[in-house]
């Protein structure tokens, strides 16, 4: 079986692509069993695994196949899947087999491959989309192992390094951004539309500015107030955000819609009836919320996802010595995994060989039973089946050590004698 990961982030691709590449949340476990099924008509096993990460970050397919190019098989269901061009995709996209793709995911699960170095968030959609594959039926021992290794790596990293000192959260720089904008965010009325754990985030980071009024727009009213209710805040309707649009300075969006929920009409119209007082927007999600077609507009000043990627990126430097202790880590975990890969590997030779020996045995211990059925000597017996079983047990080894020739007849000769080198 060969250990895969194939995917797109926000080092390799723009958010117009990772968008086109992403999965809606309720495409997850058709997307897996898809995935699954993609690997199995390849190489005609069952056994095939796979499990799908999807983030505004990231896009990654993760399997284990004995298909004969399962990377490229893998990056080919991508592009099917999403009916993507494949020459399109090919070139933002990283092809990691067995130890490269360990690596990774051990990287992806402590943070260091994130757009915030050392965020805490990728660990729960990794542990969220494993359940889903888990439920879908994607995983198998390998993934199954390599996960749980993964979750252990992250534990490790972020208890022994200092890999999140100093970091600035995606919500930091949302209102690192507005206060750019805006003189004083208390006389700004704040918009947030969905109520997902980015939100929640966000919606921290404003409250503490102390705003004039928080807003949570989401499609169930019940969950939006929920939120908007520890912070002091009012919800409303998603359905109603076109006629209120214009009473909000700030928008901070993060849904899971396939489709945007603000287009460029809608902005026109609410910049209209603020006569053209500046809105500010921050569009986290993928696929995109607000039209990219906005960004464009004099007053408004947009940005995505990748835009506070940039900001993100201050202190770093100061995390280096951190980063080179969690590589570390990595690397000796990655090591220890592939080990035990190997070990796998063997299972079906050592197996192989127990039901040879076991074959062999029990037709020398008939033989046995049947020469002591007709009342030959039980010393004599004994004799013969010792002896039978030692000349059959080293037919093999000796065969081969006959037509072996050159190199391959002194590596056996040397390996030989310690594989037979029973206790006595």
Known sequence: MQLLAVGLNHTTAPVALRERLAF?????????????????????????????????????????????????????????????????????????????????????????DSMVLGET?????IKDAIRT????????????????RSFSVAKEVRSTTEIGAHSVSMAAAGVRLSQRIFDKLS?????????????????????????KSITVANRTLERGEQLAHRFNGKAIRLADLQHQLHQYDILISSTASSLPLIGLGMVERAIKARRHKPMM??????????????????????YTVDDLGKVVQTG?????????????????RVQSFMHWVDDRAM???????????????LAELERARKLLAKGEDVDAVLEALSKGLTAKFM???????????????AQLAELLPQMFRGRR
């Not at 430097?317 to 880590?329: K, L, M, P, T």
């Open 395 to 409: 037919h093999g080894p000796q065969q081969a050590l006959h037509r072996a020739q050159g190199d391959e007849r």
């Open 347 to 361: 299972v079906p030779v050592i197996q192989g060989l127990q039901e040879n020996g076991e074959a062999i045995r």
């Open 281 to 302: 927007m921050v569009d986290l999600a993928v696929p995109r919320d607000i039209e990219p077609e906005v960004g464009r507009m004099s007053d408004v000043f947009l």
């Open 316 to 332: 770093l430097e100061n995390r280096q010595a951190a980063v080179a202790q969690a590589e570390a880590i990595i690397e000796t």
């Open 133 to 148: 594959a888990d439920e879908a039926g994607g995983l198998g021992t390998y993934l199954h192992q390599l996960f749980q």
């Open 24 to 112: 809606a949340p309720d495409q997850l476990g058709t997307a897996v069993r898809a995935a699954r099924n993609w690997f199995q008509r390849l190489d005609g096993r069952s056994s095939d695994e796979a499990a799908i990460l999807s983030t505004c970050n990231r896009t990654e397919l993760y399997a284990a196949s004995a298909a004969a190019n399962p990377l490229d098989a893998g990056a080919h269901f991508l592009a099917d899947f999403h009916q993507l061009n494949y020459a399109e995709l090919r070139p933002h996209l990283y092809m990691l087999p067995q130890h490269e793709a360990v690596r990774h995911t051990f990287r992806v699960a402590s943070g260091l």
């Open 121 to 125: 968030q990728i660990l729960g959609q």
């Open 187 to 211: 006389e700004q009325n704040v918009l947030f539309i969905g109520a997902g754990e980015m939100i929640e985030l966000c919606a921290t980071h404003f409250a503490a500015q102390n705003p």
